[in-house]
């Protein structure tokens, strides 16, 4: 089973707040992943990391930060946190290549946060 | 860029029947399929994963198939059950990506009564 955590689960805040989304998985994986889904609507991969310090932006063009000082933890940062940010946020982790087709793009998702900016 | 289509969109059923979800995508240079299965407020989890080179995969009542060249993907569900009830995704591995990319459908809404 996938051991993949994020916290806060539900967070309301206000405009022009600070605000972290932690995501932390203890299987090892290399690379990781967050998405960012309206209601509806397909999932948008926001940024996403191939290992300990590196760090790229996705499809959807966000206004958040993130960063990857250890293997097991993928934290998201908004500097200051605004309407248009309001949404579910999905952290998602995979396995290293090892030669399985199987393993490489399976990925294992966390439970998510439901951000409400307001 | 892969665009990856679900409908129905939305489908309500009573208990017992079988039903079929579609998928289809624009590029068929994929390296694999995943179905996930996502309740309200939470996050995915895989049901099926096809790799390109296989036709179908099974678990339990969930039977995937997966036609490549014609770019489509099936998900049959057997004697659905009320618990059956969620958002049903398709997801594409595209092929060419070191990153392991998916690129995902909006998902099919599945309701099942008793």
């Known amino acids: 089973e996938a051991d993949i955590y994020q916290t806060p689960r539900y967070l309301v805040i206000g405009t022009g707040k600070k605000i972290t989304l932690e995501c932390s998985q203890t299987m090892g994986h290399d690379k990781m992943y967050w998405y960012q889904q309206d209601p509806g609507m397909e999932l948008h991969l926001i940024h996403y990391s191939y290992g300990v310090n590196s760090t790229e932006k996705g499809d959807l063009s966000s206004e958040s930060t993130v960063s990857r000082i250890r293997t097991e933890h993928f934290p998201l940062t908004l500097e200051s946190a605004r309407p248009s940010h309001t949404s579910q946020y999905l952290c998602a982790s995979s396995p290293p290549r090892s030669g399985q087709p199987n393993s490489y793009y399976e990925q294992y998702f966390g439970p998510g946060t439901r951000l409400t900016v307001t | 860029k892969q665009e990856v289509t679900q409908i129905p969109a939305a489908l309500s059923v009573p208990e017992g029947e079988n039903l079929v979800l579609n998928c289809s995508f624009t590029?068929?240079?994929?390296?694999?399929l995943q179905w996930f299965r996502q309740d309200p407020g939470k996050g995915l989890t895989s049901l099926l994963l096809?790799?390109?080179?296989?036709r179908e995969q099974t678990s339990g009542r969930l039977n995937a198939s997966l036609d490549k060249s014609s770019g489509r993907s099936t998900l049959y569900i057997a004697a659905s059950q009320p618990g059956d009830s969620a958002t049903y995704l398709c997801a594409v591995g595209a092929r060419g990506s070191t990153l392991g990319r998916l690129y995902f459908g909006r998902g099919t809404q599945l309701t099942v009564w008793p």
């Open positions: 590029d068929s240079a994929i390296y694999n």
């Open positions: 096809i790799q390109s080179s296989q």
